[in-house]
Nanobody, 122 residues
Framework: QVQLVESGGGLVQPGESLRLSCAASGRIFSINAEGWYRQTPGKERELVAHITSGGTTNYADSVKGRFTISRDSGKNTVYLQMNSLKPEDTAVYYC????????????????WGQGTQVTVSS
């Protein structure tokens, strides 16, 4: 099938930056859309940023102007550049991808990464 592996999380101070990466592997035929979500204890997972294969992006209001989602189709990798980080950005960040993979025929997939912790604290 398809697997996603995230990297780039860590501990930073308010105002600093981080870049998250999410690499997809497997018998990928297409990646139609990818997104970054985040979750804190006791809360539902929320959309942070989303990008389609055509390059259309959308962002949560709370991150507009600070976060940028991008993708490298050649590497099957999606990135989340996070600038001007705030303590309220602290969460586990997950990437998601949907598209088609090749089995005996083309099948749809909708998969999640394992999550990466981002902590913003002074």
């Amino acid at each position: 099938q398809v697997q996603l592996v995230e990297s780039g999380g860590g501990l930073v101070q308010p105002g600093e930056s981080l870049r998250l990466s999410c690499a997809a592997s497997g018998r990928i035929f297409s990646i139609n859309a990818e997104g970054w979500y985040r979750q804190t204890p006791g809360k539902e997972r929320e959309l942070v940023a989303h990008i389609t294969s055509g390059g259309t992006t959308n962002y949560a209001d709370s991150v507009k102007g600070r976060f940028t989602i991008s993708r490298d189709s050649g590497k099957n990798t999606v990135y989340l550049q996070m600038n001007s980080l705030k303590p309220e950005d602290t969460a586990v960040y997950y990437c998601n991808a949907e598209g088609q993979y090749l089995d005996t025929y083309y099948r749809p997939y909708d998969v999640w990464g394992q999550g990466t912790q981002v902590t913003v604290s002074s």
